[in-house]
């Protein structure tokens, strides 16, 4: 089955750009759905909505996948300071357990091994106030690693200083994912507004104290994954992936994070089912579009997806995730394991666009393609060169300001095109001239060990 390279770019590149959806999709997912935090209505009907666009498009099989969701939810966190009740910004972190604390407030800095020790004596039944951001010029301790230190130093509970200015807080999670070792919450955790951060340090050094609650709740729920597939014409039975979460923290309709990457996934899908319909060019092996379920919550939903697929089934070539897109303009591929570094590079030439296939120094825990990477699958991600040239105007993360106006439409159409094209490529790409992968789960666990605590290099 031989394929005209440069008509099928020019189809769906112009697919791509003139009969996008994207606006349709994002007023639909962002404004009228909003948030859509796993297990609640919104995220009902948002995969609802998602199944029955990609049936409209003309996919294979679309499905919803229901499984058991471990979920969370909050209805109060106040802070206020006990001398003079002066109340203070406060948001739990995701997953935060449900508490009441009082204590002495004590500034720890950075929360950095020397600054803990320093603070020692005064930190048993106190509440530590710790900048989330690293201490400058030292090196990097994650701040799950710094709560657990916190935690055995005797404090009772930690405020975090949130790294954003205007009194913005963000969800933020306490645990490491890459450490199964690690308490989800080594000791009760809440953030604060960088400003008000400052008073609780100032009043840290009048011996002021502080009370805390917050009032939450754990319970299992249905959620779902969605699937559809585009068959493949050559090897049915073997499959590529392409996905991206479609929930969002409490109370957040997600415009960048990651509406993104969820209309991404529809969008390529969209391209591919129409040059398929209108062309008869279709993959050589099957495409699946899933969009995860609870990857804000431990990464739930993809973990399912990989426990259910994988091992009754060939695992995939290559998984591909993609998450807040909109924070600037694709620039290539970032694989978790380096055995089809070259062969993803060769599809990326052929495309002639300047886009590059690199390999991540660690193995990064932080979106829905570590489950893949744990199980020793082949995943990739874009998201990761986020942090290389990020758009100022779409510095929201996990924030109410995470609205529809921060998706990037025109960059997110060349990201739809760019994939479907890699995609057709990497579909078309013979059986044997894919590197064999021989990384194991437990290899995977071993890695994992030895980079725990690390901070993961993101350029």
Known sequence: MALDWKVVDRWLMGEAFTGSRIREHLAELCDEIGPRWSSSAGERKAVAYIRDQME?????NPALEEYQLETWSWESAKARVVEDNTH??????????????????????????????????DLSDAVA????????????????????????????????????????MEYHSASDWRDPGLAEHPL????????????????ANRQKSIKLSVHSKFYNAPSWNTTSEITGELWPNEHLVLGGHHDTVLGVSGGNDNASGTIAVMEAARALSRLRSETAQGPGRTIRFV??????????????????????????RLAINLDELSTGPIKGVVLGFPHLRELVQRQLDSMNDGLACHVMAQIDPSSDHFPFLRAGLDAAFLWRWRFH???????????????????????????????ARLLLRLSHVPPLEWPDNSV?????????EAERGEIVRVF
């Open 56 to 60: 409209s498009e003309g996919l294979d």
């Open 129 to 168: 106030v710790m900048h989330l951001a690293f201490e400058p010029f030292t090196t990097p301790v994650h701040h799950a690693i710094r709560l657990q230190a916190l935690a055995q130093a005797g404090a009772v509970a930690a405020i975090l200083i949130e790294k954003k200015v205007g009194r913005r």
């Open 188 to 203: 009760p955790t809440v953030v604060t507004s960088q400003e008000h951060g400052t008073l609780l340090r100032q009043l």
């Open 291 to 316: 969009t995860y379920s609870a990857e804000e919550q431990k990464l739930q939903g993809s973990s399912a997806y990989v426990a259910v697929h994988y091992g009754p089934e060939n695992p995939p």
């Open 440 to 448: 194991t789960p437990a290899q995977v666990a071993e890695r994992l």
């Open 88 to 121: 203070i910004d406060l948001l739990p972190l995701n997953r935060c357990p449900p508490f009441v604390a009082e204590g002495k407030i004590v500034d720890v800095g950075y929360g950095t091994p020397r600054q803990v020790e320093m603070a020692k004596q």
């Open 389 to 419: 040239g990020r758009h100022a105007d779409s510095e929201f993360h996990h924030e109410a300001g995470d609205t529809s106006d921060k998706l990037n439409v025109r960059e997110l159409k060349e990201y739809a095109g760019q994939l």
